[in-house]
């Protein structure tokens, strides 16, 4: 995968409130469909200790679907976006119908992301949805990155 920048690219769209996670007690959800063309979501999720980050998700009505080979440690769909007959065009790469059979593309995936407070800045998660727990106070992100940047989450 591209290595992750701060600043987001044209092709990106910041739906989400930029103050999402701002006043969060809990767990700060944010998810941005980039050029899937789909209005992103934010919100809040109860939670007074640690948090699974796939129960932060379905607790703020995000669906996700890892891939066959790999399962949830990578993220393949968010409300099945892109769909299983959804052609993805990228300028400049070849076009594409995600399988969610192994891992997507380097240049058009969903980029997971992890702000450990209100604070800081968006880190890059170290590891896949599957395992990646949640503290109050801290945000994570999903951003459907194309291109050569990694935009991070809007707010």
Known sequence: A???????????T????????????GVAVIVD???????GASGCVDASSAIAATAALDQAGVTTEGSVEWGDAIVCRVNDRPGADETVDVAGEASFVESCQSMPPAYAYWALWVKPSAGAEWEYAQEGLGTLQLEPGQSVGLVYTTGTETPTPAG
């Open 2 to 12: 591209p290595a992750p920048t701060t600043a987001p690219t044209a092709e990106a």
């Open 14 to 25: 910041t739906e989400p409130s930029a103050e999402a996670g701002a006043d969060c007690d």
């Open 33 to 39: 469909f980039g050029t899937l063309d789909d209005e």
